[in-house]
């Protein structure tokens, strides 16, 4: 099935066998007729790990002989999806993997099946970050990958009565194949205690910082196998153990089951990710997460990869350290710490040094989710960073006045402290005055930034900012996830396309080929049926794999507007039941969504609640003969992405315009031929202007028109009196018809659409059906539909994250590729 053609194989069927098998037998310790499921696995997976380990090494040996400058990538989260097929691909094992495991009368899909995806993050970040080191191993860039090892991924989504359960996801509970543990390279990472001023051996004053208690951060590595290269990288993912040390200190006094609960309280540091991906809560346990894994990390790349002896003042000259949004920020005053305390580098020379070493990526709009810390928790924690923070305010509100002088609003509004509601720190501030370069993550994103967000910032200085958008590997999202259309692609241009995406373009022409645009028909019609077999073994849900694929899969967030959609399903139901719509004119469609909503955020939840009880009446309802059907599978993850995306031909993009910063879905979509629904927000902007009017489905207020309509007092009320449309699908939903005849079940949703309604959806309601009655036009002209489809992926090439890094390579990071020999 998965005929990945696109590298040579370092193994031939026999050797690859004869590995297997041993390490079935002399690792996991079963005989091939008794293993387990989980044991071929495990065992299959080693024998690919095999096949790397010898370039990583070799990648290792390379990077440290040259010096060169690296880029190491803080972040809180990596999203990674399935190791095993991405394994393949990138060594080019697949195809001999497959046939070795036929001749043992075994099945590589149904063993790769049994792997649980690494779920290390919450969604677009995560992926993000999952994407960019992929891309940074593939161009042969020295880099490294920090964060954290949880011991639980991202919730698994159940759902009970239409409402969203969460599940634990213990996803070590059978062990990884993938990483290498190193106790021996554990770091100790402090918290608490005070801060002492002393006079040096040599007279000087200097600060320290008197460490409460600490624990062992102990790095787990794991291979970052570049496609079509020697190259290697490492993610270095940290995991927290109580140290001796510490529990010696409490044992001695006697106390056992104390010295055993603070091994508990320790080890808790790297338990478990947050699963809220907005509105930050300050608990100090995520601002424990952060220090952790940032303080560990600095610690590891000054003793361990810089030499024995280096310089610091020239750190900056061999590595950056690139922030993917707030989270690793406390690395900013962690490295002054270093340089100031440690070092006994002079306060001005290591801020120097600091600003030069840091950048700052922004994946935000929304004001609720800017990180901040409050005073009283950052001093109680970590004392020392606090005091170097209120230097480095004091220092930069300094320079603030020297440049207006008199403006004291100014100054107040750019401080790093924020005084109301309470005094604590603000941390985008912090990252944008100790970093280099600051970047939005999409053209409109990066514009809102130096307009809105951090205006005063990009006044001050206005060559911090730029822009690099987002991209997406094409790796995963195209040569592993859509097998059918990029043998298509291949046979079409040849294989060059996996390494160099704009050369997608060469497929314009074929648009106009009517035997190649069946061909693609062919393969969307192969990957739907491909996504109802999954739907139906994986949550029971059966569905017509001859019909068009809406789909809309994020995070569940008002401003992200599934409402939107929902409203317009419940629209065509009210018409048909009016009498206004006949089904038979409806075109089938299943309308897919996939969302997790996090735990404490009531109204998400109760929007999921909604779309499942419309999804349970629709879905039935007798006047729609079947030709609406909504599916909403649980637990919504990049195993899953890589099935659904493939299969649709509808991508909701339809977030309100100003608010979603960039959006990658947007782009695997588009990538995989689905034409796309949305405002212009974010990269939908980009994709919009690349792929053409003809070819994607605009609609919305835009960005300034929502500041006009919201500064004019948006009164969502007067849509809903003023639209008998609108009107008819809210009602519809009050009167109870989706909660036998309840009509106070969805009053939580309803009253806020019609009070607030913070992201405009009843304002861009109309808007959005008239668009969708294009949609159903141009469906029914499948030729010209599979046109635009090809285009889609013809003009999309831009959006790899091969060129996201090219762009930070050459905008900020100037870093170059160090091959492997
Ligand atoms: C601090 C904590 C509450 C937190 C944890 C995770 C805050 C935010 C996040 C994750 C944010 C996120 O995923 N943002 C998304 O980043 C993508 C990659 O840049 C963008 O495409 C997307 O628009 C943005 O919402």
Redo the contacts with the bound molecule.
């Keep these: 099935e998965n005929t990945q053609r696109f590298s040579s194989s370092p193994a031939t069927v026999e050797s690859f066998t004869s590995e297997f098998v041993r390490q079935l037998r002399y690792e996991q310790g079963v005989d091939l007729g008794f293993a387990s499921s989980d044991d071929l696995y495990q065992a299959l997976a080693r024998t690919v790990r095999r096949y790397m380990i010898d370039n990583w090494l070799d990648t290792l040996s390379t990077q440290t002989a040259k010096g060169a400058k690296a880029v190491a990538y803080l972040s809180?989260?990596y999203l990674m999806g399935p190791q095993l097929p991405n394994a393949l691909l990138a060594t080019g094992l697949a195809e001999v993997a497959r046939d070795s495991l036929a001749a043992l009368g075994l099945d590589l899909d149904e063993i790769g099946a049994t792997e649980v995806e690494p779920g290390l993050?919450?969604?677009?970040?995560?992926?993000?970050a999952a994407c960019f080191i992929d891309s940074l191993a593939t161009m042969d860039i020295p880099a490294v990958g920090y964060g954290i090892r949880y011991e639980y991924g991202i919730f698994r989504q159940t759902f009970v009565d239409g409402r969203q359960a969460e599940q634990p996801d213990p996803w070590l509970s059978k062990g990884s194949p993938w990483e290498f543990a190193h106790p021996d390279m554990a770091v100790e990472v402090g918290f608490h205690g005070h801060t002492e001023r002393y006079t040096d051996a040599a007279g000087v004053e200097r600060t320290r910082w008197v460490r409460g208690d600490c624990v062992l951060a102990v790095p787990y590595n794991y291979m970052v196998p570049g496609y079509g290269t020697k190259n290697v990288n490492t993610l270095r993912l940290w995991s927290a153990k109580a140290t001796n040390a510490f529990d010696l200190q409490i044992f001695n006094a006697g106390d056992y089951e104390a010295a055993v609960r603070a091994q508990t309280v320790a080890e808790n540091i790297s338990k478990v990710i947050?699963p809220?991906?907005?509105?930050?809560?300050g608990k100090e346990l995520?601002l424990k997460q952060q220090y952790f894994f940032v303080a560990a990390s600095l610690a590891d790349f000054i003793n361990q990869t810089l030499p024995q002896g280096f310089d610091l003042t020239k750190i900056h000259e061999r590595v950056t350290f690139q922030l993917n949004?707030?989270?690793p920020v406390i690395a900013i005053p962690e490295l002054m710490r270093i340089l100031v305390d440690e070092r006994g580098i002079d306060w001005a020379t290591a801020w120097d040094v600091t600003r030069k070493t840091f950048n700052y990526?922004c994946?935000?709009l929304l004001p609720e989710?800017l990180?901040v810390w409050s005073v009283e928790l950052l001093g109680r924690l970590l004392p020392r960073h606090l005091e170097i923070i209120f230097q480095i305010n004091e220092e930069f509100l300094a320079e603030v006045r020297k440049a207006y002088p008199g403006d004291e609003l100014r100054a107040r509004r750019m401080s790093i402290i924020q005084e109301q509601p309470e005094r604590a720190v603000r941390m985008a501030f912090l990252a944008s005055i100790g970093s280099s370069k600051i970047n939005g993550?999409?053209e409109l994103?990066s514009q809102l930034l130096r307009d809105k967000v951090l205006n005063d910032f990009s006044e001050l200085w206005p060559s911090k900012f730029t822009n690099v958008t987002?991209g997406v590997t094409p790796r995963r999202f195209l040569a592993l996830s859509n097998p059918g259309l990029a043998n298509l692609i291949t046979e079409a241009i040849g294989e060059g396309w996996v390494k160099d995406l704009e050369r997608l373009r060469e497929l314009e022409p074929f648009a106009e080929d009517a035997s190649f645009r069946s061909e693609f028909r062919a393969v969307k019609a192969a990957n739907k049926e491909r996504f109802v077999e999954l739907i139906a073994q994986r949550d029971g849900i059966e569905l017509p794999a001859d019909a068009m694929y809406d789909v809309m899969v994020k995070?569940l967030?008002e401003y992200k507007r599934q409402m939107l959609k929902l409203l317009h399903v419940v629209t065509l139901y009210d018409r048909v039941l009016r009498g206004e719509l006949r089904a038979s004119d409806i075109t089938p469609r299943v309308v897919t969504f996939g969302a997790k909503a996090?735990p404490g955020y009531k109204m998400a939840k109760e929007i999921i609640a909604l779309i499942n009880a419309v999804a349970k009446v629709v879905n039935h309802a007798p006047e729609l003969q079947g030709r609406l059907q909504i599916a909403f599978p649980a637990n919504y993850n990049v195993t899953l992405a890589e099935k659904l995306i493939p299969a649709a031909d509808l991508s909701e993009q339809i977030?309100l315009a100003g608010k979603?910063?960039?959006?990658?879905?947007n782009m695997k979509f588009a990538l995989n031929g689905a034409l796309t629904i949305g405002t212009l927000d974010?990269?939908n902007v980009e994709i919009y202007d690349l792929v053409g009017d003809e070819h994607f489905f605009l609609f919305g207020l835009t960005e300034p028109q929502v500041a006009d309509v919201v500064d004019a007092g948006y009164k969502p009320g007067a849509y809903y009196e003023g639209n008998r449309s609108l009107k008819g699908a809210i009602d519809l939903i009050a009167s109870g018809a989706f909660s036998n005849g309840d009509r106070n079940a969805f009053e939580f949703v309803l009253s806020d659409l019609l009070g607030k309604d913070r992201f405009l959806v009843l304002a861009d309601y109309q808007a959005y059906v008239d668009a969708q009655d294009k949609v159903e036009v141009a469906y029914a002209d499948q030729e010209a539909w599979s046109r635009s489809a090809i285009l889609n992926v013809a003009r999309t090439g831009f959006f790899s994250s091969d060129r996201s890094i090219q762009d930070y390579l050459d905008r900020i990071w100037h870093a170059k590729p160090q091959p492997v020999r």
């Design positions: 809180a989260e993050g919450n969604g677009g970040l995560g992926r993000l947050y809220e991906d907005s509105t930050p809560q995520r949004d707030t989270h990526t994946h935000t989710a990180e993550v999409a994103h987002n995070r967030h996090a977030s979603e910063a960039s959006g990658t879905g974010g990269a």
